[in-house]
């Protein structure tokens, strides 16, 4: 009939729909017994031997007999994504630019990491992106298929092109790093927020897997960034840029914030200021600063993370009462911050939230330390090959 799609178009947009399904339920549970698969998935055990035979004829999953085969009864095989597949990651910060290679199963496989003297200017990230990859593509030659680069950011990204309509850190406006990366480097290119990136990554792989309603903050030496997963969907607003968590009011007598406003998260709470009561140098590590937050014995260095908590404790409470998410995950120098103190940042947080909200919600810090935004940032790639497992093609 006229204005109908012809059975044939429908069969085969089922199929791909049913591979997507299956190979993102693997990307996420890394080893998959193929009988959970098919509980999980919703189709027969003959439909899903099909589709996973079909992804391991595309060379995106594995299969192998699981260590206790020897048991009674036909053993259920284990589908893993393939150690071939992977994905390019950058995070550039004020202070250096990261690249990273990271596996289809989550594990970041190797990272470079460039340091700068000061805020680099977007031609500047694109030419240490590029001579990072020149650098990885020997080890990149090993692998079946590279399938993209996911860059996290921090600052306001629009994400349906990859245009940076402000990053107050780097003091960029309106740069279309998405185009300039992908120009550069012939692979395709998609950009977020790094906090957003962070949230997902959680979710995923860390400390927030199984949470339908959580906040992620992350703290780096570009400021504060946020993540919100509603529900089990990212909150992002009308074009990307909801979660600005570091740009919210704590102090109406406060400094001036580099966004033009006074008095943000980000004028109280910092990675400089607590870096500098520590006595470190900016480029220091957070197992660095864990460490050092544990070995001092300094008052002023206790005063200074009591004054950042009380901070940080008037947004998550805001967050709390509005958001009512179930956990709150926290990363980069603000994970430091709460391991310094974990018990005053709660008692902080639940002395001033609606008791109804904050009963039921969970304060912890980010386990995927350092590699959180590789992690995240990787997402993105491996978001348009699960959407389309016979559509993506390596350059490489």
Known sequence: MPGLPAQGD??????????????????????????ELTRAIGLNRSTVGDLV??????????????????????????????????ALAVNPEVEGVTVGVVGFDGVVRRRMRRETTRAPRPEEVVAMVIAMIDELRPELATYLRTVGIGVALPGLVRESDGAIPLASHFGWVDVPLGKMLADATGLSVHVANNARLGADAERLFGAGRGASDLI????????????????????????GYAGEFGHTLVNNAGDRCQCGAFGCLETEVNQSSLFGVLGLPPATEI????????????????????????????????????????????????????????????????????????????IVRSELGANLLMVGAAELAFASLIDDPAGVTSPF
């Open 53 to 86: 035979g079909e992804l391991v004829d595309l060379r995106l999953v594995v299969e192998t007999v699981p260590n206790d085969h020897h048991r009674v009864g036909r053993p259920s095989w284990i589908v893993s994504p393939h150690p071939g597949v992977v």
């Open 287 to 362: 197992d660095d600063l864990d460490r050092a937050l544990t070995l001092s014995e300094s008052s002023a260095v206790a005063a200074e993370v009591e004054r950042q908590l009380g901070f940080l404790a008037i947004v998550l409470r805001n967050a709390v009462n509005v958001l009512n998410p179930e956990l709150i995950v926290l990363g980069g120098f603000l994970g430091a911050l709460f391991a310094a103190a974990p018990e005053r940042l709660v008692f902080l947080v639940a002395e001033r939230a609606l008791g109804a909200s904050v009963e039921q919600v969970e």
């Open 216 to 239: 992620f903050l992350n703290g780096g030496p570009s400021g504060i960034g946020a993540g919100v997963i509603a529900g089990g969907i990212p909150l992002t607003g009308t074009s």
């Open 10 to 35: 429908n069969l085969d947009t089922m199929r791909q729909r049913n591979l997507s399904k299956v190979l993102g339920f693997v990307h996420r549970g890394s080893r998959v017994p193929r009988s």
